[in-house]
């Protein structure tokens, strides 16, 4: 069974620099899984952040980005603010139709 | 604008059954691919299933194999998600989410979701 993980949380203070990264329980993270990213805050449907590894979904923020670091994907916030403390998912498209999403990482700005 | 709607959630009992539905509008709805996704309450997101834009093809995490059936009806704009077998672990916040254009693989546009809570 594939698993995908996550930090479960991350702290980053106002202004700041964050990556949060997305690991397969076996393998490397490649462009060929597609990576994209979401964010959700409590209550609310999750948001497209970033979709195929880098490219930004319409209207987001360029503090956001996206990447390949290593063997896993990464999305990183730079000058990070208040608002952007959020739950923060990754998904992964294994193929034959299937999506895994990793566990989130719950980041807290202060 | 795109607009996902799901309606349909609610109490049940465990062994029920419930079938969810999305009312899709804002985009020609039988182009794309669509999907569910749940949320149990303090967790994180679940994928479920997912249909091509005909409805000839469908997918599931192996978690609700056998027990859920996604379907659509393209001439009512509507994607359909059957529960069957219902568990306690099914309780959740269930997502529609149109998937992108082909070729770019992921959910673009998501609904407000419906809660089902399985509970006696």
Redesign the interface.
Do not use: C
């Given at each position: 069974?594939t698993v995908v993980t996550q930090e479960p949380s991350f702290s980053v203070s106002p202004g700041g620099t964050v990556t949060l990264t997305c690991a397969l329980s076996s393998g490397s993270v490649s462009t060929s899984y597609?990576p994209?990213w979401?964010q959700?805050t409590p209550g609310q449907?999750?948001?497209?952040l970033i979709?195929?590894t880098n490219t930004r979904?319409s209207g987001v923020p360029d503090r956001f980005s996206g990447s390949i670091l290593g063997n896993k994907a990464a999305l990183t916030i730079t000058g990070a603010q208040a608002d952007d403390e959020s739950?923060y998912?990754c998904?992964l498209?294994m193929g034959?139709?299937?999506?895994?999403?990793?566990?989130?990482t719950k980041l807290t700005v202060l | 604008e795109v607009q996902l709607l799901e309606s349909g959630g609610g109490l049940v009992q465990p062994g029920g059954s419930l079938r969810l539905s999305c009312a899709a509008s804002g985009f020609t709805f039988s182009n794309y691919f669509m999907?569910w996704?749940r949320q149990a309450p303090g967790k994180?997101?679940?994928?479920v299933s997912?249909i091509s834009g005909g409805g000839s093809?469908?997918?599931y995490?192996?978690s609700v194999k056998g027990r859920f059936t996604i379907s659509r009806d393209n001439s009512k704009n509507t994607l359909y998600l059957q529960i069957n077998s219902l568990r306690a672990e099914d309780t959740a916040v269930y997502?529609c989410a149109k998937r992108?254009a082909d070729g770019?693989?992921?959910?673009?546009?998501?609904?407000?979701?419906t809660l089902v809570t399985v509970s006696s």
């Open positions: 069974q597609y994209s979401y959700q449907a999750p948001r497209t979709f195929s979904s739950d998912y998904v498209y034959s139709g299937i999506w895994v999403f990793g566990g989130g | 999907s996704v994180g997101l679940e994928w997912v093809s469908t997918y995490a192996d997502y992108a770019l693989k992921y959910f673009d546009y998501w609904g407000q979701g």
